[in-house]
């Protein structure tokens, strides 16, 4: 069974950036579309940014041209750049495959405030 940890989250200002990282074990990770995945508290859990296992990209409205996903196959690894972080930004963030989804991970509190 696949398990997701996610790190990298934390404090900042707006304006400010942090790196997140998604570690996934098991295999045939190269195969998943993999995305990222943020839930604010009272609202829904709404998917930011995917990418195939081609590198094939999509984002957000929400985060197009801030946010940057990423990953590294050998290392059933995927990343998320977010630049230019936006209180609107504040949530809990979590990876996970899109479509069938695997068990999710605790997430890493993303909190963007002055």
């Known amino acids: 069974q696949v398990q997701l940890v996610e790190s990298g989250g934390g404090l900042v200002q707006p304006g400010g950036s942090l790196r997140l990282s998604c570690a996934a074990s098991?295999?045939?990770?190269?195969?998943?579309?993999m995305g990222w995945y943020r839930q604010a508290p009272g609202k829904q859990r709404e998917l930011v940014a995917h990418i195939s296992g081609g590198g094939i990209i999509n984002y957000a409205d929400s985060v197009k041209g801030r946010f940057t996903i990423s990953r590294d196959n050998a290392k059933n690894m995927v990343y998320l750049q977010m630049n230019g972080l936006q209180v609107e930004d504040t949530a809990v963030y979590y990876c996970n495959r899109v479509g069938s989804l695997l068990s999710w991970g605790q997430g890493t509190q993303v909190t963007v405030s002055s």
């Open positions: 098991g295999s045939f990770f190269n195969f998943y579309v």
